[in-house]
């Protein structure tokens, strides 16, 4: 008689961290709309449109064998992954008026949004290599969207400048750079990646990084 077999490790860790992605997407969900409706501030909303397309990209990626399982991998991914939704509207006064932020975290949300249509399925959340992508925002930096998060992010310790949030958010984001890096040494394996990374130089921010 064959023995019957559960699913694989791999598979639990994937429907894992998806469940976990969308538990805290409900309660940033449930704390901006709160939010929202007591002041009228858009600022954390489109915070929220940035978190949403993580979560649906996250359901619908395409599946890869060449993923870094390591230690660091997870949780650097973990703690990048897990600090946007733990942002929390804050009862402090606002470094810009909330048209500014507005503005600066919509930049950023339509930077992400051209990020994600270039890649398509081939988002992924771990440090992977599900394809190598040059076309759109990719022909300018290797990771439009991770810029575009941090300008989101940005914008929303610009309107809720409370000390927790910027803890949060330096943490969650200096993970998320890391993670950035640790994608680029899995990819340079990868011979179209290399040639892709001596056509584009810059990481995150042209000029800069």
Do not use: Q
Not at 60 to 81: E, G, H, K, P, Y
Not at 116 to 122: D, E, M, V, Y
Request: aromatic share 6%.
């Amino acid at each position: 008689m064959t023995k019957s077999t559960g699913p694989s490790p791999d598979i639990v860790r994937d429907l894992g961290a998806r469940a976990l992605v969308g538990a805290l997407f409900a309660l940033l969900s449930m704390s901006l709309f709160e939010d929202f409706a007591r002041t009228g501030h858009v600022t954390g909303l489109l915070l929220l449109v940035s978190e949403a397309l993580v979560v649906v990209l996250m359901v619908i990626r395409r599946r890869t064998a060449r993923v870094d399982r390591s230690a660091a991998a997870a949780f650097v991914t973990a703690l990048s992954l897990a600090g946007p939704p733990l942002l929390r509207p804050a009862d402090v006064t606002p470094l810009a008026p909330d048209l500014v932020t507005a503005l600066l975290s919509g930049a950023g949300l339509l930077v992400v949004i051209a990020g994600k249509i270039a890649l398509g399925r081939s988002f992924g959340i771990v440090p992977a290599n599900r394809g190598v992508v040059a076309t759109g925002p990719y022909a300018v930096v290797r990771h439009p969207i991770y810029a575009g998060y941090i300008v989101t992010h940005t914008a929303f310790l610009m309107a809720h400048p409370g000390a927790l949030n910027v803890t949060i958010a330096v943490v969650a984001d200096t993970a998320l750079v890391v993670r950035a890096l640790m994608e680029e040494r899995l990819m340079a394996i990868d011979d179209a990646y290399r040639v892709y990374c001596r056509r584009v130089g810059w990481h995150l921010v042209p000029g800069v990084f």
